[in-house]
């Protein structure tokens, strides 16, 4: 049998194309790409876990209907507070802390509506809700507070009802994290060469099927 040999140049060339070093700037970029695409999950995981769960609870939300908690008072404001002639000297202000203090009410005022015979007060929250009704001929009010559960709660938090403009700056960070997870996470594999197609044709296809479900499935 004959036995073939390679010559030196021959094995020099050879052994130099497989083990050509990568551009500095593709290793820069798998490298950044890892390293943001780690931290970022790392760094949202808890925030990410909560809006998948309360996507399951608001998509099912009969699997997790709670209970209503209503609890109903009765109280008295100052009455040089409400029963005045020009509606603008009204004591908003007094009238919500008195509110807040005496019944630790959740929330933010949503709505304060005057008319001539009473003050109508909404406070918002994530699940909840309180409304006031004061009557301006002698300071008495009707207070009606809802809780409506933890599921509601969480419910509210992942639509950001309610929620005040902290928790939607919140939500906008969350989107922006997730947005940079699944770029980092195309970019990594754009530098795989045995993995790149497959995972590309996976992005096509897993895209084409959203969009059939809505075509032909969504009324």
């Not at 709670?66 to 004591?91: C, H, R, S």
């Not at 003050?119 to 809780?147: H, M, Q, W």
């Not at 922006?176 to 195309?186: E, H, Q, V, W």
């Amino acid at each position: 049998m004959r036995k073939t040999t390679v010559g030196p140049k021959a094995y020099l060339s050879k052994n130099k194309a497989e083990k050509t070093p990568k551009p500095a700037w593709k290793k820069n970029t798998i490298a950044f790409s890892r390293w943001l695409h780690i931290y970022i999950s790392m760094i949202s995981f808890v925030i990410i876990l909560f809006f998948a769960i309360t996507g399951l609870t608001l998509n099912h939300a009969e699997w997790f209907d709670g209970k209503e908690q209503i609890k109903k008072y009765n109280g008295k404001v100052q009455l040089k507070w409400v029963k005045v002639k020009d509606t603008a000297a009204i004591a908003k202000f007094e009238i919500v802390q008195l509110l807040k203090h005496d019944h630790h009410i959740k929330g933010e005022i949503s709505d304060f509506i005057i008319d001539d015979n009473q003050c109508t007060l909404s406070f918002k929250g994530p699940g909840y809700s309180a409304d006031v009704f004061i009557n301006r001929d002698n300071g008495e009010y009707k207070l009606t507070e809802t809780s409506q559960g933890l599921v509601a709660v969480m419910n509210d938090l992942h639509k950001g009802r309610d929620t005040g403009k902290k928790w939607s700056f919140l939500i906008d960070l969350v989107a922006i994290f997730m947005s940079l997870l699944s770029l980092t996470g195309i970019m990594m594999m754009a530098f795989m060469k045995k993995k790149r197609f497959n995972g590309f044709i996976l992005v096509i296809v897993g895209a084409a099927i959203c969009y059939l479900v809505y075509y032909f499935l969504v009324p």
